[in-house]
């Protein structure tokens, strides 16, 4: 397996010849090595780090709905609401969602494919997003 890193340099997108818009994502190759070939329709993993978030509530990191906001609520709209049981088990369990850092993880996308490579300037398009924001450093396996 050939390893490859790049930088992700932008979301972009492109026609084809039905009309059809697909998305792509542009990225800077930059180590690729002797006799490297990427043709079109090349399946690649691309392993990079999503965009971090900060420290984020329990609404925006899981989705959670929130409390209502009237009825005598005037400070638990976006609580997350009880975590906890009874006397049995008497403790919060392990992995239990609640606010936190959120993002900046590895995450890998499986199944992109080559859409063009540029050999002059060494920019490949890539159909679909890729993890990062832009600038970031990702490393493509063919």
Do not use: W
């Not at 005598?72 to 049995?88: C, K, L, V, W, Y």
């Not at 959120?102 to 859409?115: A, C, D, R």
């Amino acid at each position: 397996m050939m390893q490859i890193k790049g930088k992700k340099i932008e979301m972009s997108c492109k026609f084809d010849n039905t009309g059809n818009v697909k998305p792509i994502t542009l990225i800077k190759v930059v180590d690729l090595p002797e006799g490297a070939r990427l043709d079109a329709e090349t399946p690649l993993k691309i392993t990079g780090f999503s965009k971090g978030r900060g420290y984020s509530g329990v609404v925006k990191r899981h989705g959670f709905k929130g409390g209502p906001a009237t009825h005598g609520q005037s400070d638990r709209h976006r609580a997350p609401g009880a975590i906890g049981n009874r006397t049995t088990p008497g403790r919060v369990y392990k992995g239990k969602r609640m606010a936190g850092h959120f993002g900046n993880h590895k995450v890998t996308v499986l199944g992109s494919k080559v859409i063009e490579f540029d050999t002059r300037s060494n920019v490949l398009k890539v159909l679909g997003p890729i993890p990062g924001a832009r600038g970031s450093e990702v490393m493509i396996r063919v």
